[in-house]
């Protein structure tokens, strides 16, 4: 198994550009998630989906879009990227919404986008 | 809102010493804490996870205890290695899903031989 992967590894955007990061999980694992990693601030959730064709929103999730439309896929899309939007980008997976307790969660090895 | 305070780095230590990194936190009713752990160039592994109050959570030689009165489940090792140099993240867990997590700032180790 690969488990779960992340394209681009790093990206450089201007402002007002869109773009998409990519999270693959080869586990059949029905939750999946998107995090940020801001210097001196941890991880942040920013969506989070329990299977295919659900999402919902985390917390910080505007000027993100997520959809779901495969178990396998879960992709992060930036409209309109601002500088505010630099940071270090973790996807996740999971594999049960009923073992919750027990649940342990896969990263990936992270996306550095950078908005100039 | 839920938080977590993590001990702040860099921390350098020599090969064979004890580590301690500390982490509090504040949550409403009884969550869920881990230690998450990252090496370089590679995504967050869970390393150790307490689900109630004295439960203690332990993993490749690193230990840490759910501390209720304190708030409190501090990561420590008795004798660390080279291999031990990563970043370290507390967590936490108040829905009762280990997925919505809240996480600590992190802190890097290096171990120095």
């Known amino acids: 198994n690969a488990g779960v992967t992340q394209t681009p590894k790093f990206q450089v955007l201007k402002t007002g550009q869109s773009m998409t990061l990519q999270c693959a999980q080869d586990?059949?694992?029905?939750?999946m998630s998107w995090y940020r990693q801001d210097p001196g601030m941890g991880l942040r959730l920013i969506h989070y989906s329990v299977g295919a064709g659900i999402t919902d929103q985390g917390e910080v999730p505007n000027g993100y879009n997520v959809s779901r439309s495969t178990t396998e896929d879960f992709p992060l899309r930036l409209l309109s990227a601002a500088p505010s939007q630099t940071s270090v980008y973790f996807c996740?997976?999971?594999?049960?919404?009923?073992?919750?307790?027990?649940?342990?969660?896969?990263f990936g090895p992270g996306t550095r986008l950078t908005v100039l | 809102g839920d938080s977590v305070t993590q001990m702040e780095g860099p921390v350098t230590l020599s090969e064979e010493a004890f580590l301690t990194i500390n982490c509090t936190y504040t949550a409403t009713g009884y969550p869920s804490l881990f230690w998450y752990v990252q090496y370089p160039g590679e995504g967050l592994q869970l390393l150790l996870k307490?689900?109630?109050?004295?439960d203690k959570g332990s993993n490749k030689g690193f230990e840490a205890t759910y501390r209720k009165e304190t708030t409190s489940f501090h990561l420590e090792k008795g004798s660390v290695q080279v291999s031990d140099s990563a970043v370290y993240f507390c967590a936490l867990s108040s829905s009762g899903s280990a997925r919505q997590l809240t996480f600590g700032s992190g802190t890097q180790l290096t171990v120095l031989p």
């Open positions: 586990m059949n694992h029905e939750y």
């Open positions: 996740a997976s999971s594999f049960s919404r009923t073992s919750e307790l027990t649940d342990t969660q896969y």
């Open positions: 307490a689900t109630k109050a004295d």
